[in-house]
């Protein structure tokens, strides 16, 4: 075989490997793993689940409340607590005894109680958890279950062989507020600084809302590549969920 010809065979397996990654991809369907009266969760991609429990509230009523779950090989990181321990033992149990997998972090992504509300669970087995130096200092002011391990500004943690991201890029809906990514499947948790689409402005009691716009502008630079994105409350979806929630906080 003549060496332009084994490249172009070799260019032409490649591309097909590529398109068959890639309807793969695009023909995986959503769906509900688990579910009882206060948590369910749902496979989001092969390897990402979105965890949903609820709060309720004065103004906004039964309010359901988002994590993420991501998984290499037998491993996972988890992003949010659910919004008790109640929750958070249902979800501790599912992926550890019934999946047969080892949780390698609890990452709460800002000091509210729909984030950290059942950390105390989590630290009950044994799980490290992680949080933005800030989010520490907020959790023991307000006298909420505080993250063991602190940092500044972003950390990568390993699941499996490969990393979890983890990062601040500025105030928005709290002055705490990171979002993690998930470079294996481009799928990025915004937390509550990212609303769903046609979502309204929601709690604003610690939000900067002049600079909330800038920072997400920052999130959607850094991740372009992103596939999937999850809002810390409502329907994840993709990269809109970003361009939204920039014009929803739009300053003129």
Not at 19 to 28: E, G, L, R, T, V
Not at 31 to 39: A, H, M, T, Y
Not at 111 to 139: M, V
């Amino acid at each position: 075989m003549k060496p332009y010809t084994k490249i172009l065979v070799l260019f032409f397996i490649t591309a097909l490997s590529l398109k068959i990654q890639a309807q793969k991809s695009n023909d995986f369907k959503p769906k509900v793993v688990f579910k009882s009266s206060d948590l369910m969760i749902t496979q989001v991609s092969e390897n990402s689940f979105v965890h949903t429990s609820y709060k309720q509230t004065d103004d906004f009523g039964k309010v359901p409340c988002n994590g993420l779950i991501v998984k290499d090989d037998d491993e996972t990181i988890v992003f949010d607590t659910p919004t008790n321990d109640k929750s958070s033992e249902k979800l501790i149990e599912w992926l550890t005894v019934k999946k047969h997998l080892k949780i390698n972090a609890i990452i709460p992504t800002h000091f509210h109680d729909d984030c950290l509300g059942g950390l105390n669970a989590f630290h009950k087995h044994h799980i490290p958890s992680y949080a933005f130096l800030k989010t520490i200092e907020f959790a023991q002011q307000n006298n909420l279950p505080v993250p063991q391990n602190s940092f500044v500004d972003s950390t990568i943690l390993k699941v499996g062989s490969e990393n979890v991201v983890v990062r601040f890029f500025g105030e928005g809906h709290s002055r705490d507020n990171v979002v993690g990514y998930f470079p294996k499947e481009k799928i990025l948790f915004g937390g509550c600084l990212i609303k769903e689409l046609n979502a309204s402005k929601g709690y604003l009691g610690d939000a900067n809302i002049n600079a909330w716009s800038n920072t997400v502008e920052k999130v959607k630079s850094e991740f372009t590549d992103v596939m999937i994105v999850v809002p810390g409350h409502g329907k994840y979806g993709n990269s809109k969920l970003l361009d939204y929630t920039i014009s929803l906080f739009k300053t003129q």
